[in-house]
């Protein structure tokens, strides 16, 4: 009997998924047309990324009308933007309020309201009064061409008179720090006027545009250093001590650096499934173990794995997020005994998408090292048969110590570090009495915003609920603001007002713990929309952000089984595991 054919299937190309699948090509000859893509050499760019197919499938052009909102200080955006034509508003100072943006004013909850709830939630979930679903008359929304939802605000001049703003202008730039950084929103920009052109260019092709193109890349990298870098500097303990001057001849000579799947929930969620979501040979080397420091890496946004060889494989011992430092020690060890250095003593690996700036090590040692008190510094080295002693590297071990190396990779794998406040049930205390779900459920219009089951590792489950990420992939797409972290605390929340039950949320989140439901009226019926179809909104966990107490869930738990725990803090998470 003949062998069996194999299954031939076509490799995934850079153009499967255009940005505009309808871009007609005279429009991206066009575009090459337009300052600065007409000063670019298409030479300098490789046949398989040439300048016209970036243009022509990572670009889109869009067109707005005056008042319309461009970007929202505070979402997370994935592409940049060049004024075409027209021009733009940014507004500065201060910021328009949270309704006119899409989403809810904070208010908490009274003590009468709290106890009312439990005998005046309606037995149908997720009850709206016509009242609650109006939105604040500042703004409005249309559809646009493809029923795309544009938010544009209804008083322009009052809100300029109100507000200081600044003009951007055709050839000027805005919002690719966000884009390359995966952080939010510094501003809301707006359209100023009626026929405003913008060209959006996603990440993937304003990397390939800055990676082939040196007067891009020069001119983005001078607009991040001036708007972004000299503040996040300022904020690491160790640079707060050098001058200007030395500060200006630092970020001079940082680099910039991504690592890892930019869009990587939906990478995550197939490989969820198919069992292999954490398999540390998929994960991009930053730096690697044995190598000589070159640098401090100091990570700007995402995760990454610290791990050290062990046998014939790695094993994790931490995971560093923004904010963390890595190299550190070892260049700060050889700076103090130049006669016996030692190589950076961990691997570190990207985890989904990582940004980091470098800082050189020649820089480190010639002007930052001298300034910083000796009190500041990581304590002495000891280098005792080749072994490398350090206090602040172990530091940074001993919390996965004591929660076990298999809880550790469990909660990498997974990604569960991403949370700021993660469900965790101990599964030896909990009764399954679904008090939590109860509690939920009466906070939250009958509609318990969670599922009691998960993920489990030993007697440890991680709940289907919202973890309130660090990187809430998430907020990344709402047309109209409507998820976002509230003004509070950083929770992330939806605003059922401006919620169009797009799913946009749903299909993003990599953990499923946000649900679409059908809404209801003051009488219980069904609300439906004028083709006669259910009204659906998008609703999640919100830490009940609006109740006294924090968390009902926790707070209902009759035996300290549930608690609602950030991750990141690995001290607090062992102690909890071991009360």
Known sequence: MPAALPLILERPQRWDASFDPDMPAALAELIQGLAPFNEMNPEGFPKRLALRDILQHDTRLRRYRQGEIVVRAGDHGTSAFMVVSGGVRVVLNPELPASVLGRREPVRKGLLR???QLWSNSREPERFKPSQLKQDARVGARKDEGDQVKIFLQDVPRILDAHRTA???PGDFFGEIAALSRM????????????????????QGLRDLMRYDDKLRAHIDKIYRERALAAHLREIPIFQHLSDADLQKVMARTEFGTYGDYDWSGDYKRLAQAGHAGQAEKEPVVAQEGDYPNGVVLIRAGFARLSQKFGHGHRTLNYLGAGRDYGLAEIVHNWRNPGNPVPLQHTLRSIGYTHVLVIPTAIMETIVLPTVP????????????????????????DAAAKIGADTLEFLTENRFFNGTASMLIDLDRCTRCDDCVRACAASHDNNPR???????NGKIMVANACMHCVDP??????????????AFGGEVVINPTTCIGCKACFNNCP???IRMVEIRDGEGELMVDKEMKPIIKATKCDLC?????????ERACPHGALKRMNLNDLDTFAKWLKR
């Open 374 to 397: 000796k009190a500041k510094l990581p304590p002495p080295v000891q280098v005792e048969d080749d072994a490398f002693v350090l206090n602040e590297i172990e530091n940074q071990t």
């Open 184 to 203: 939010p929103r510094t501003a809301t920009v707006f359209a100023q006027d009626d026929n405003t052109e913008l060209l959006e260019i996603r990440w």
């Open 511 to 513: 953990y499923d713990a």
């Open 167 to 169: 003009v951007l202008n």
């Open 114 to 116: 709290v106890l009312a």
């Open 450 to 456: 969670f599922l009691r089951h998960g993920l489990t």
């Open 473 to 486: 992939v998430c907020m990344i797409g709402c047309p109209t603001g409507a998820i976002h972290r509230d």
């Open 545 to 553: 952000v609006e109740q006294i107490g924090g968390p009902s869930c």
